[in-house]
């Protein structure tokens, strides 16, 4: 049984968490549907404790003591071990191959690979890295990255041919990453593998960054056959993870 002046104070954090310009108690008291006097009183105490602050005319934010509480904790995150669950899960329901990664100085490095019992081969490790031009992982990253981080990576970056299916055009996979941030996951269509086909969608983290990607891997005519419950069962899974992450 929940005790409830601290789910009261929970929702405190959480909604000024969501206003970054401050709340006064009336406007806390309203929205959280709380009596203004036990409103006053919370705040007073979160107050007194640090960890809420006063910003002129009666406005509070989060205080300076939630900082190292929310280090400790984005610390204590470990996206694999955190994900391992699900993807299994996912593997289990699509029987193809799942992957997650993250971005690391430009490149994508591999965290977790769930194998089913019909695998193909790939050249994907765990630590392994891979360009983000021509996986799916990757280019969940490209369409859901910042116009400017996208930019420079594509002035930065060659395009070379990793099969015959890769994108070298950068235009063209600029046209590719607008469509497939619409629609909220990306294809590797044989462009870093021959006979690989890859769905990937992104994995958010309480700040609104990106912190990985998953995917689901197989022979593209198998991975065609079931794409639609493939994508349902894969965007599904990174709004879990996401939901984990705090976003």
Avoid: W
């Avoid at 809420?52 to 934010?61: E, F, I």
């Avoid at 929310?70 to 996206?79: F, I, R, V, Y």
């Avoid at 056959?225 to 993870?241: F, G, H, M, P, S």
């Amino acid at each position: 049984m929940s005790v409830k002046s601290a789910v009261r104070v929970l929702r405190i954090f959480e909604l000024l968490s969501a206003n970054k310009n401050g709340l006064s108690i009336k406007e806390i008291s309203v929205q959280l549907g709380i009596p203004q006097s036990s409103t006053s009183e919370l705040v007073k105490t979160l107050v007194e404790e640090n960890y809420v602050m006063g910003k002129g005319q009666q406005h509070y934010l989060l205080g300076p003591r939630l900082i190292p509480i929310g280090h400790a904790a984005m610390e204590s995150l470990d996206l694999a071990a955190l994900g391992t669950e699900a993807l299994e899960d996912l593997m289990r329901v699509v029987e193809e191959t799942v992957f997650m990664a993250t971005l690391v100085d430009q490149e994508l490095v591999y965290l977790a690979k769930i194998d089913s019992n019909r695998s193909i081969r790939t050249s994907a490790y765990l630590g392994g890295k891979k360009p983000l031009y021509c996986t799916g992982l990757g280019k969940a990253y490209l369409a859901f990255m910042p116009e400017k981080e996208k930019e420079l990576y594509l002035q930065e970056t060659i395009l070379q041919p990793i099969t015959d299916g890769t994108i070298t055009d950068k235009d063209e996979l600029k046209r590719k990453l607008a469509h497939y941030f619409d629609q909220g996951f990306s294809i590797d269509d044989e462009e870093n593998e021959d006979g690989l086909y890859c769905l990937a969608a992104p994995v958010f983290g309480a700040a609104g960054n990106m912190e990985a990607a998953i995917s689901v891997a197989g022979p593209k005519q198998r991975m065609i056959k079931q794409k639609e419950r493939i994508v349902d069962q894969l965007k599904q899974t990174a709004q879990l993870l996401s939901d984990k992450l705090g976003y």
